[in-house]
């Protein structure tokens, strides 16, 4: 099992007023995981408290909880499950999107690349939140030492 501690930033970089919260914030942030075998299992945890911003728009108070298991072939092709569940503590309300994904390490000339996509399915959602079925596509880029 490892772990590691540092900070989180929030950045009001949004380019519509109704993506982003338009305030500037700060806190702690975690990760534990182990590894064995093909196996991983382990949980990103944040919380991110304002200080600055718009004052018309609402303060944040936001915990996350991102706990995770995936299992990757040898192969390269990784099948993983996680949700991102956040809740917001000055509306006291939960959301909690449950989310499954494929995804295939490539590299694309010497840059490592995984592509994925799979479904998401809102468990919980504050009132005028998302609901129902949904999926997702990703592409992260590998950066190692």
């Known amino acids: 099992m490892s772990g590691v501690v540092g900070p989180v930033f929030l950045l009001p970089t949004a380019t519509d007023d109704l993506l982003g919260g338009e305030k500037w914030g700060a806190g702690p942030t975690g990760v534990i995981l182990k590894q064995e075998g093909p196996w991983t299992v382990g ?3 944040n919380h991110i408290w304002s200080f600055a911003g718009d004052d018309d728009r609402e303060d944040i108070n936001a915990t996350l909880l991102q706990p995770f298991l995936s299992y990757t072939t040898k192969d390269s092709w990784t099948f993983s499950l996680n949700t991102e569940s956040t809740y917001d ?4 309300e939960w959301s909690i999107p ?3 994904n494929v995804s295939k390490l490539l590299k694309i000339g010497k840059t490592l690349v995984q592509i994925g996509a799979g479904p998401r399915y809102w468990a919980v959602s504050p009132d005028q939140g998302p609901e129902g079925w949904g999926a997702r596509m990703t592409i992260t880029f590998l950066l190692p030492k």
């Open 89 to 92: 503590w000055n509306a006291n």
């Open 43 to 45: 949980m990103l945890a």
């Open 98 to 100: 449950i989310n499954f």
